[in-house]
C-alpha cells in the first residue's frame, strides 16, 4: 500500500499506534475528521481506508450524516475489494453498511477483555501469527450482528458476542480497538469516567482496567501492531 486514508469520528480516537506503524512502514495516510471534512464515497487517491470509533450511534444517518457517506465509501470498498478495517464504531458502521442489525447498548465495556478467534480466524491472513486468545481494549456499548455472507473471525465470552468479521476479499471489522498507544491509553484511562451519557465508565470499572495495563497492555501493543502489519500486506 502506498497511501492509506484514515476517518477518525472523535476528537478523542485518533490513529494512535496505527499513524506510527504507517509512518514505520513508510506508507503515507491522510486523516478525514468527519464531523468536519467531507467523507469520501469512493477510494481514488488511496489504496485501503481505516474507519476509526466513536460515541455515536452507527444507525443515527439522521443525527450524523456523515455516517451514511462512510458507510457509501465501505460498500464500495467493499464491492471493489478494496482493503477496508472497521475499529469499534467504525465495525459497527461496516457491518450496517452491508445489511446488519447494530445493537444500543445498556453497559459499557471498557478495559482490557479476553476475544478469541474462531477456527476461520486462525486462517484468516488478518490474524496471521496472532494468539488464539488476547486481552484487546474495548469501550463501547453497541453491538452488531453480522452482515449476510460475512465470516465470523472473533468472539468474546463476557462481552460483545462478535468481535471481528470478514466481509468479501479484504474488508474487516473489530470491534475492539487496535489503535491505542501511550498516549491514548492514559488519555481514555483519565476521561472514561466523566464521557457524555452512553459512553461514560463507572469509576471502578477505570480502576481495574488502570490495574491491567501492567499485565496485558505490553502484549496487547504487540498484537495490535501485528494486526496492522498483517492489514498492510493485504
Known amino acids: 500500500m502506498s497511501r492509506i486514508l484514515i476517518v477518525q469520528n472523535s476528537a478523542t480516537a485518533s490513529e494512535g499506534d496505527i499513524g506510527s506503524a504507517l509512518d514505520e512502514a513508510g506508507v503515507g495516510y491522510d486523516v478525514v475528521y468527519a464531523l468536519k471534512d467531507p467523507v469520501p464515497v469512493r477510494l481514488l487517491e488511496h489504496d485501503a481506508v481505516i474507519v476509526l470509533g466513536g460515541g455515536q ?11 451514511a457517506r462512510e458507510k457509501e465509501l465501505l460498500r464500495s470498498a467493499v464491492e471493489r475489494g478494496q482493503p477496508c478495517l472497521g475499529i469499534c464504531l467504525g465495525a459497527q458502521v461496516l457491518a450496517h453498511a452491508m445489511g446488519a442489525v447494530i445493537h444500543r447498548g445498556a453497559r459499557v465495556n471498557f478495559g482490557f477483555q479476553p476475544v478469541r478467534l474462531t477456527e476461520a480466524g486462525t486462517r484468516d491472513p488478518l490474524f496471521s501469527g496472532l494468539p488464539e486468545k488476547q486481552h484487546m481494549f474495548q469501550w463501547h456499548a453497541d453491538s452488531f ?35 491505542v ?30 490495574d491491567d495495563v501492567p499485565l496485558h497492555y505490553p502484549a496487547y501493543r504487540r498484537n495490535v501492531r501485528t494486526l496492522i502489519e498483517n492489514f498492510l500486506s493485504l
Open 181 to 210: 498507544d501511550d498516549r491514548l491509553l492514559q488519555a481514555w484511562l483519565g476521561s472514561a469516567a466523566d464521557a457524555p451519557p452512553g459512553e461514560a465508565v463507572d469509576a471502578a470499572v477505570v480502576a481495574a482496567a488502570r
Open 57 to 67: 450511534h452507527a444507525a443515527d444517518d439522521d443525527l450524523h450524516p456523515y455516517l
Open 145 to 179: 450482528e453480522l452482515p449476510s455472507g460475512a465470516e465470523s473471525l472473533a468472539y468474546s465470552e463476557s462481552g460483545a458476542a462478535h468481535q471481528a468479521f470478514r466481509i468479501g476479499e479484504r474488508g474487516y471489522g473489530v470491534q475492539y480497538h487496535v489503535e
